[in-house]
């Protein structure tokens, strides 16, 4: 139960530290730039950590291939991470006979620095294809060695589980991958792997017992459907940032999926198949060319987070409705008598008919005609229906008919009558429709399955979405994050799933512009409440609204139910054009993380000292010009603030009194000429940016004896200030004298003090 001890990067000894081989009982171990062999002069063996069955070692090529030859002697190993963190020049191999000569490989003159895997090369057949092929050459003596390393481990009788090979610019898998048919994890993420020859397949397809595999950050263009044959016990797959277009039918043949990311890659479309998963819980694909997703992708009944962001979607399946109705209540009398109903249609060949009385000629003798079609983003047709009857009628509003085709310029319209199952009629020349009944009007029909029914996160910002499925997603019970921003809603649909019943008497439809039906004003539903995330409040933690409330049509209720979700811990409400916040927001008690950033307040709200438990706040590129010493003594709890890119001149002087637990502050782009005193007294602060102040010429005195700061970032003419001191060491010889001095010490003498204290200092032009 004890805290593990943490020890700055690069402070720990080059070797295996001797007293590590003593520990027998050890079964897991991670090694972070350090070889897995016995340091100089030790008597001791590696075969001593006999019960060892978890090895992690991360680092340069060299020190992995002098890792290698010590692999054999753990014979309990059951689970082995490689991951490449630098180039580096190979070092001859320990044992004799496996290799006489090592060389071609390139010098890094950084490796050491290195901390980070290799990034994978862009994806496309020529995106870096220059840096990466010398990659590829520098990395094969590794690779080589490192395979005749594993080889040994598998014919000294070690049965891998798991195997993670990452960050070694392998164009095909290791060689003797197969003979580890027990594995059950692989990781193969941050290569180059390419489909050349049936490779990969064919190593990948012999290990029948994967349950995970990782294939991420590699340069396949599709997935072979061998694997998807083969691969029947997998649950976790991953092939985000692939050029890969599409995936296979056989994707079906998946029947334990229940994690699948293809994020960040070139998919262009999902096949329908994907909705027989019936396993599937997450399902990523944010980042590609999606413009739309199969119909009944909302069915997926155990399915828990779907992430489609950044995408060119214009409607999620299962929220759009067939026909959403509004209805607008009106003052008409129907007459004791009218003509029954008649249209003139020329039906086409693909036209379904469920009645062998079904005709071109839509005849309803009962109250309702409720018009219905198929779901589709790609042609809708608004019509508008005026209803009257004894009792105070209603002129009923389609959001949109989707499914229709127009061939020759005609338009489509679906009708659907009571008596037969619902059909879509195309090529519709008619020219009026009216009806008159006196009859009551039928039962509704039964409300049409929820969608997604287990969703608990919910990611479909930066699309192409204009009308905000507001309703629809009240009625995800068990969503807790909801992220819909960066799109360009106008109004909100009403539920799909909710059935409306009307007394009708009287209808006509006629043809209403899209650009109509998107001015007009939302109105509840007859009989069911107006769209709202009322519903959520108990349960959702996390919303991402950023510019949804820009162009939404009454951006001001939206707003107000906003701030009735109290179970809000996090909320993104970037570029909403906020001048104050919603009253309602007070209520936000548990909220801890709020971003305000791209709004228009001229101050901080006051409404925010009710916000007792906020941590972060990000209020930057706003058009404040002062910060009172009122708002810094209610955001006390702060441990984040940034105020970047406003117009703020000067700061409280009771700043570093109040804000004691600040960790990071930013203060960039704004007019500040010097900063107060008292901001010394952060000592949590670990991070601060004061960077394109040009009126700033001097830090505070003191600011160096922060024992947390880790991070400093300045402008050009405060380093000017300084003669640009950091890094010559005159700085740092300079600050001793300085700040044991009487007189207020020189940003000079502060800069050189933080410098060589090993904090990082970093200058923006």
């Known amino acids: 139960g004890a805290t593990p001890l943490e020890l700055p990067y690069g402070s720990l000894p080059l070797e295996l530290p001797q007293e590590l081989l003593g520990l027998r009982c050890l079964e897991h171990l991670e090694l972070y730039g350090i070889p897995l062999a016995p340091p100089r002069g030790c008597t001791a063996h590696l075969s001593c950590l006999s019960l060892?069955?978890?090895?992690?070692?991360?680092?340069?090529?060299?020190?992995?291939?002098?890792?290698?030859a010590h692999l054999t002697h753990l014979i309990a190993l059951r689970r082995l991470v490689l991951r490449c963190t630098a180039l580096g020049v190979s070092e001859p191999w320990p044992e004799p006979g496996l290799m006489e000569h090592a060389g071609g490989l390139e010098v890094a003159q950084?490796?050491?620095?290195?901390?980070?895997?290799?990034?994978?090369?862009?994806?496309?057949?020529?995106?870096?294809?220059?840096?990466?092929?010398?990659?590829?050459?520098?990395?094969?003596?590794?690779?080589?060695?490192?395979?005749?390393?594993?080889?040994?481990?598998?014919?000294?009788?070690?049965?891998?589980?798991?195997?993670?090979?990452?960050?070694?610019?392998?164009?095909?898998?290791?060689?003797?991958?197969?003979?580890?048919?027990?594995?059950?994890?692989?990781?193969?993420?941050?290569?180059?792997?390419?489909l050349d020859g049936g490779m990969l397949e064919t190593q990948v397809a012999c290990l029948t017992h994967l349950t995970y595999l990782d294939l991420s950050n590699n340069r396949?263009?599709?997935?072979?459907?061998?694997?998807?044959?083969?691969?029947s016990r997998l649950r976790c797959l991953n092939l985000s940032c692939n050029p890969i277009s599409h995936?296979?039918?056989?994707?079906?043949?998946?029947?334990?999926?229940?994690?699948?990311?293809?994020?960040?890659?070139?998919?262009?479309?999902?096949?329908?198949?994907?909705?027989?998963?019936?396993?599937?819980?997450?399902?990523?694909?944010?980042?590609?060319?999606?413009?739309?997703?199969?119909?009944?992708?909302?069915?997926?009944?155990?399915?828990?987070?779907?992430?489609?962001?950044?995408?060119?979607?214009?409607?999620?399946?299962?929220?759009?409705p067939s026909w959403g109705s509004q209805v607008h209540s009106t003052s008409s009398s129907a007459p004791s008598s009218s003509p029954v109903m008649r249209?003139?249609?020329?039906?086409?060949?693909?036209?379904?008919?469920?009645?062998?009385?079904?005709?071109?000629?839509?005849?309803?003798?009962?109250?309702?005609?409720?018009?219905?079609?198929?779901?589709?983003?790609?042609?809708?047709?608004?019509?508008?229906?005026?209803?009257?009857?004894?009792?105070?009628?209603?002129?009923?509003?389609?959001?949109?008919?989707?499914?229709?085709?127009?061939?020759?310029?005609?338009?489509?319209?679906?009708?659907?009558?009571?008596?037969?199952?619902?059909?879509s009629v195309t090529g519709f020349a008619a020219t009026a429709v009216s009806t008159d009944t006196g009859a009551a009007a039928t039962p509704s029909p039964a409300p049409a399955p929820l969608p997604f029914p287990a969703l608990t996160h919910l990611d479909f910002s930066s699309n192409r979405l204009d009308l905000l499925p507001l309703a629809a997603i009240g009625r995800m019970s068990r969503l807790t994050t909801l992220a819909f921003g960066q799109n360009c809603f106008k109004a909100c649909l009403p539920d799909p799933t909710v059935a409306?019943?009307?007394?009708?008497?009287?209808?006509?439809?006629?043809?209403?512009?899209?650009?109509?039906?998107?001015?007009?004003?939302?109105?509840?539903?007859?009989?069911?409440?107006?769209?709202?995330?009322?519903?959520?409040?108990a349960h959702l933690v996390e919303l991402d609204i950023r510019m949804a409330a820009g162009f939404l049509r009454g951006a001001a209720g939206f707003l107000e139910d906003v701030g009735r979700l109290t179970a809000l811990t996090r909320l993104n409400a970037q570029s909403n054009a906020l001048q104050a916040l919603p009253p309602s927001w007070t209520c936000l008690t548990h909220l801890v993380h709020l971003d305000l950033s791209l709004n228009a307040l001229t101050h901080l709200p006051p409404g925010l000292s009710a916000l007792h438990r906020l941590r972060h706040l990000s209020a930057a590129s706003n058009r404040m010009t002062c910060f009172p010493a009122a708002a810094a003594a209610v955001l006390s709890g702060l441990t984040f603030l940034d105020l970047s890119l406003n117009l703020l001149e000067d700061l409280p002087k009771e700043l570093g009194e109040v804000m004691t637990r600040l960790?990071?502050?930013?203060?960039?782009?704004?007019?500040?000429?010097?900063?107060?005193?008292?901001?010394?007294?952060?000592?949590?602060?670990?991070?601060?940016?004061?960077?394109?102040?040009?009126?700033?010429?001097?830090?505070?005195?003191?600011?160096?004896?922060?024992?947390?700061?880790?991070?400093?970032?300045?402008?050009?003419?405060?380093?000017?200030?300084?003669?640009?001191?950091?890094?010559?060491?005159?700085?740092?010889?300079?600050?001793?004298?300085?700040?044991?001095?009487?007189?207020?010490?020189?940003?000079?003498?502060?800069?050189?003090?933080?410098?060589?204290?090993?904090?990082?200092?970093?200058?923006?032009?």
């Open 52 to 68: 060892l069955t978890s090895l992690h070692l991360a680092g340069s090529a060299p020190s992995l291939v002098r890792s290698a």
């Open 110 to 194: 950084d490796a050491a620095a290195a901390a980070q895997p290799p990034p994978a090369a862009p994806p496309g057949p020529a995106g870096g294809a220059t840096t990466a092929g010398r990659h590829i050459v520098a990395m094969l003596s590794t690779n080589s060695l490192l395979f005749l390393g594993l080889q040994r481990l598998a014919e000294a009788g070690v049965s891998l589980t798991e195997l993670s090979y990452r960050g070694f610019f392998l164009t095909l898998p290791p060689p003797y991958l197969r003979q580890w048919s027990s594995l059950e994890s692989l990781d193969l993420s941050c290569n180059t792997l390419m």
């Open 220 to 231: 396949l263009d599709e997935l072979p459907a061998q694997l998807c044959r083969a691969l």
């Open 247 to 320: 995936l296979p039918a056989d994707l079906s043949l998946l029947s334990a999926l229940t994690r699948l990311r293809a994020a960040g890659s070139c998919l262009v479309g999902l096949p329908p198949e994907i909705c027989t998963l019936s396993c599937l819980r997450h399902l990523d694909v944010s980042g590609n060319r999606l413009e739309s997703l199969p119909e009944w992708l909302s069915r997926l009944s155990r399915l828990e987070l779907l992430q489609v962001s950044c995408n060119r979607l214009d409607s999620i399946p299962g929220l759009r």
């Open 343 to 423: 249209a003139t249609a020329a039906v086409g060949s693909a036209t379904a008919a469920t009645s062998p009385s079904s005709s071109p000629t839509c005849a309803s003798s009962s109250p309702t005609a409720t018009a219905t079609a198929p779901s589709t983003a790609s042609d809708a047709v608004a019509a508008s229906v005026s209803t009257s009857s004894t009792a105070p009628g209603a002129e009923l509003r389609c959001w949109d008919v989707d499914g229709l085709q127009r061939p020759d310029g005609e338009e489509g319209i679906a009708c659907s009558c009571p008596r037969s199952a619902a059909r």
């Open 500 to 537: 409306t019943t009307t007394a009708t008497t009287t209808t006509s439809i006629t043809r209403v512009p899209d650009a109509a039906v998107a001015d007009a004003p939302l109105q509840p539903l007859g009989g069911v409440p107006a769209p709202s995330l009322c519903d959520l409040r």
């Open 663 to 765: 960790r990071v502050l930013d203060l960039h782009y704004n007019a500040l000429c010097s900063l107060p005193l008292s901001i010394t007294r952060l000592v949590r602060l670990r991070k601060i940016d004061v960077s394109r102040n040009d009126g700033l010429k001097e830090l505070p005195y003191g600011m160096a004896e922060l024992s947390c700061l880790t991070l400093v970032v300045v402008g050009k003419a405060l380093m000017d200030q300084t003669q640009a001191a950091v890094g010559s060491g005159t700085g740092a010889a300079a600050g001793p004298a300085s700040s044991s001095g009487k007189s207020s010490s020189s940003c000079y003498s502060q800069v050189g003090l933080l410098a060589a204290r090993g904090v990082r200092v970093q200058v923006a032009e």
